[in-house]
């Protein structure tokens, strides 16, 4: 009998243990003991129902009054009891000032308030809205080339490095900052960059704000509603879909700015067509949509059991590799493209027809169908104007789905993200305790709070990994440690992480990533990721990293990965566990049909 019971039930013939009533959980509560000291203090609780006074029950955890008694005559519990409320009385004060510092940042509740130089301007908005393919971007783009001054704010390092590209091939001088990498040229007015990278102290002529329909994320919304607030620029172009049209205008007006409208049509038509369609059924120029780096890697693989060459596209790939891959296709070396919705922005492909092989994704919560407007953002890629008369959309699954999607009006979106304002860093609770107040106040209006999720993941792993640099840290240090570009789900990134966190107090020169060794494709990635965190890092904390060598490594690491990528995909197809012979994509099984019927009959699996 374990040590529960034994407490519990009497070890004499059947007779009842004498422990008084049973004191319920909530009761303790309202005598003031906390989960710490039910633990430290009381032995394992027991189970009891308790009718909820609607005719049920519900089981809650109790006490015997007789431990419950002797605990509290206890010094250690009265010692524990006032710790307790000298805590909650502390919590509360904290309270009370984090609501004075709120109140100081904004005492009318308006987000606005946080870009004094951006409210001392008038400045002039130009809205343009459209679907994808309807050449919204270019127009924004066309006036920033006739800027003094000016910045371009996108949401991938890819679009910052193609509008560079673009404009250094008409002669223009321009510079080039994103988190991971910096060209910067002294003579240039005009800056790419990704939209984190935004300085809200400098002042532009016209400013271009791509892809604001993503203020609605979560994780990054809060960049679109800081540039769209705070950047300084008498001329701001916006770039967005129909969905965000009320909203970003709701922004503008708060600040007092003007704003004007252009409405974009898509230049080529987009068609669904219905019917049943097979991966024999792929011709040059599609593009197959899948959601995972697993399952492109697996279908370009099948492909190429085909005969077809694909390129392959997906979120881990590095930039160079991934314009290489595009490169290729747009020469006629590959024949489709095999893309995540990572294509469903920046990728300016000649591609005819969209095939959604799947219609699920993960969306880091949930495995879920698209919603209309990721359809239409994807859908979009297929009729590149100049290039071919329409766009063609085919579903291999959930036809109705796309085929509806396709057809809807995305529901407006309803809320701006808000970032974490750094003045309340001034507080005396610890940083944690900070970023979850803030996060759980309400807000006014049609804003709501960022997820500091990841943000908590990275201050948890930190200060369970390395206490004594924790220990050091003050709050804003460790707060630009915290928001540092990192993969909370690559454990190699956030050990790498960890690292140049302790580095910061030890050293200037933080150490680069040790070299793989390796020429798996997961490895030669996630070290490339891993260099760019050590860029930024470095960048962000001022500390000294090699340059020649970030970028030496980074071009070897490119290189190996394309060689990877074209020495043939096969290697990355499912096969048998069995004989290793490759299985249909998309199959379900783990052994092929030979193997399955030698180890259970001929003719049980179909």
């Known amino acids: 009998m374990s040590a529960k019971r034994r407490h519990y039930h009497h070890r004499g013939r059947g007779k009842k243990p004498s422990h008084g009533r049973q004191i319920l959980q909530s009761e303790l509560e309202s005598r003031g003991w906390s989960v710490e000291m039910r633990k430290r203090l009381l032995p394992p609780a027991g189970r009891v129902n308790v009718a909820d006074g609607q005719g049920g029950a519900h089981s809650e955890r109790f006490w015997w009054e007789r431990d419950v008694l002797a605990t509290e005559s206890s010094d250690q519990f009265r010692q524990m009891l006032t710790q307790e409320l000298q805590k909650k009385k502390r919590r509360e004060r904290q309270m009370e000032e984090f609501l004075r510092r709120m109140e100081q940042i904004s005492p009318t509740s308006a987000p606005k308030d946080e870009y004094p130089m951006a409210r001392a301007m008038h400045r002039t908005f130009i809205l343009h809205i459209g679907p994808t393919n309807s050449g919204k971007t270019y127009e924004a783009i066309e006036r920033l080339k006739t800027a003094e001054s000016g910045v371009y704010l996108g949401p991938l390092r890819l679009l910052a490095l193609e509008i560079y590209d673009r404009l250094q ?10 988190g991971e990498e910096a ?3 002294e003579e240039a007015g005009i800056t790419a960059c990704t939209i984190e990278m935004m300085d809200t102290a400098k002042m532009y002529d016209v400013a271009v704000i791509d892809e604001a329909q993503m203020i609605a994320d979560p994780f990054r919304g809060h960049n679109w509603t ?6 300084c620029a008498d001329e701001i172009h916006v770039c967005l879909a129909p969905e965000a049209e009320d909203i970003v205008l709701r922004m503008i007006e708060e ?4 704003a004007r409208v252009v409405y974009h049509e898509r230049k080529t038509p987009l068609n669904f067509r219905p019917g049943r369609f097979h991966l024999k059924d792929v011709r040059q120029g599609d593009a197959l949509i899948v959601f995972s780096r697993r399952s492109v890697l697996e279908l370009a693989a099948e492909l190429d059991r085909m005969k077809i060459r694909a390129s392959v596209i997906y979120g881990d790939l590095p930039p160079a590799s991934r314009r290489e891959q595009v490169r290729r296709f747009m020469a006629g070396e590959t024949q489709v493209v095999v893309s995540t919705d990572a294509i469903g922005m920046g990728m300016n492909l000649a591609i005819h027809r969209v095939i959604f092989v799947e219609s699920r994704k993960f969306d880091g919560v949930e495995y879920r169908l698209l919603k209309p407007g990721e359809i239409k953002q994807i859908a979009g890629r297929a009729g590149r104007f100049g290039i071919f008369d329409e766009g063609i959309v085919i579903a291999m699954q959930d036809a109705d789905v796309i085929r509806e999607g396709l057809a809807a009006r995305a529901e407006p979106i309803t809320t701006a993200y808000l970032g974490f304002p750094e003045i309340l860093m001034g507080m005396e609770s610890s940083l944690r305790r900070i970023l979850t107040d803030w996060s759980q106040t309400e807000t006014a209006g049609f804003y709501q709070k960022m997820d500091v999720g990841e943000m908590l993941t990275l201050h948890d792993a930190l200060s369970a990994a390395d206490r004594v640099t924790f220990g050091v840290l003050d709050k804003p ?3 630009r440690m915290i928001t540092c570009s990192v993969n909370i789900k690559n454990e190699a990134m956030v050990a790498q992480w960890i690292t140049y966190c302790g ?3 030890r050293q200037m020169e933080l150490t680069p990533p040790t070299p793989c060794g390796s020429h798996d494709l997961r490895a030669l990635e996630t070290e490339y990721r891993c260099l760019d ?7 962000r904390m001022k500390r000294h990293y090699d340059y020649d060598y970030l970028s030496r490594r980074r071009r070897e690491l490119e290189d190996a990965i394309d060689e990877q990528l074209q020495k043939g995909k096969r290697r990355y197809a499912k096969r048998c566990v069995q004989c290793g012979g490759i299985l249909p994509y998309g199959s379900n099984q783990k052994l092929c049909k030979a193997c399955f019927e030698k180890m259970y009959g001929v003719g049980v699996l179909r």
């Open 226 to 231: 800081r540039a769209i607030l705070g950047v």
């Open 503 to 505: 580095e910061y107090l």
């Open 183 to 185: 060209f910067i040229d």
């Open 477 to 479: 240090t460790l707060y």
């Open 255 to 258: 600040c007092g700015d003007e």
């Open 169 to 178: 091939a008409e002669d223009i001088p321009c510079s080039m900052v994103t």
């Open 533 to 539: 965190l050590y860029f930024q890092f470095g960048r």
